[in-house]
């Protein structure tokens, strides 16, 4: 499971309708590779989501926005919530993962 919030499902969608990509068929990719100063890192990008279900690819949906993550990230990230800040110290897509037994200040690097 994967929580999206309103405030990322907004930002989902804005970002696919500035690209001119449908919501309804793309959604944000996010993947666990190691590496990071914590020995995990999160990766994002926008990706088509399947039209059809596909083994190992998992789809949560908030709305109109979509989240996409491989079977093996979701190992690491079950649970977490993805959300977006859009503050004065910096914007951008926040994971706040109960996994996590530490994580570096960047916030995009964790450890389990």
């Known amino acids: 499971m994967l929580n999206i919030t309103e405030s990322a499902a907004k930002k989902i969608k804005d970002m696919l309708d500035d690209q001119a990509r449908a919501p309804s068929v793309w959604g944000l990719r996010i993947h666990v590779e190691g590496g990071g100063c914590s020995g995990f890192q999160y990766k994002m990008d926008f990706e088509e989501a399947p039209s059809e279900p596909i083994e190992g690819m998992n789809v949560f949906e908030n709305g109109d926005s979509k989240v996409l993550i491989d079977s093996k ?31 570096c200040g960047c916030g995009m690097s964790f450890s389990v």
């Open 73 to 103: 990230s979701l190992l690491f990230v079950g649970g977490s919530t993805v959300d977006y800040n859009d503050g004065l110290t910096g914007a951008g897509f926040v994971i706040t993962n109960p996994n996590a037994t530490g994580t």
